[in-house]
């Protein structure tokens, strides 16, 4: 029998959210970059496959979403990083 584990529960795997328009717009404009600019993450990412809101929630993550992730860190206490999302090139 097997049990689906979600790697978002694992302690080394930082928190990831979806962004909202709104959130992304800001980002966007406060560094003065475009959504291509941004790192990229591929949508079948098994950190981004089980990504839920608050209310624990299935978030159905699609192609051009902007991923925050949100580490914990000795030295910078909180740190952000943000990613695209982008469809895996086939073979």
Do not use: C, W
Not at 20 to 37: G, K, P
């Amino acid at each position: 029998m097997s049990t689906k584990y979600s790697v978002l529960k694992h302690v080394m795997v930082p928190d990831h959210q979806v962004m909202s328009e709104e959130e992304v717009n800001e980002l966007m404009s406060f560094y003065r970059i475009t959504r291509d600019q941004l790192p990229k993450i591929y949508h079948d990412d098994p950190s981004i496959s089980d990504i839920r809101d608050e209310n624990n929630k299935k978030i159905d993550v699609k192609i051009n979403n902007v991923i925050r992730i949100i580490r914990e860190s000795q030295t910078a206490g909180r740190a952000e990083a943000y990613r695209l999302v982008v469809k895996r090139p086939k073979k």
